[in-house]
């Protein structure tokens, strides 16, 4: 059965560092757009960042252009979300996601067909 394992997550300061990895699980993450999603306690779930199958494109969320790096490691079918320079509004519980899908670049939509359980991150002085 296909599963996605998410860990990496956990307490930091504002200004610190985390790296979450996703390893899945009966599916090949080369084949599917990977996504990262976060939801905070009384938020709708948002879309964080997503690479493409194949040729790897890229997409961010405007918020964390320039601190998340997202990225992808076939040997291990694992795909990683580097988070940098983390702000408190960045605390919630994130998911990584799969998508089967045409040729073509991933979205931050929620229309994703395998989620993970989720790890939380925290940002908090």
């Known amino acids: 059965q296909v599963q996605l394992v998410e860990s990496g997550g956990g307490l930091v300061q504002p200004g610190g560092s985390l790296r979450l990895s996703c390893t899945a699980f009966?599916?090949?993450?080369?084949?599917?757009?990977i996504g990262w999603f976060r939801q905070a306690p009384g938020k709708e779930r948002e879309g964080v960042s997503c690479i493409t199958r194949g040729d790897g494109t890229t997409n961010y969320v405007d918020s964390v252009k320039g601190r998340f790096t997202i990225s992808r490691d076939n040997a291990k079918n694992t795909v990683y979300l580097q988070l940098n320079s983390l702000k408190p509004e960045d605390t919630a519980v994130y998911y990584c996601?799969?998508?089967?899908?045409?040729?073509?670049?991933?979205?931050?939509?929620?229309?994703?067909?395998?989620w993970g359980q989720g790890t939380q991150v925290t940002v908090s002085s």
């Open positions: 009966g599916l090949t993450l080369n084949n599917y757009h």
């Open positions: 996601a799969a998508k089967a899908s045409l040729f073509r670049n991933c979205a931050l939509s929620n229309d994703y067909d395998y």
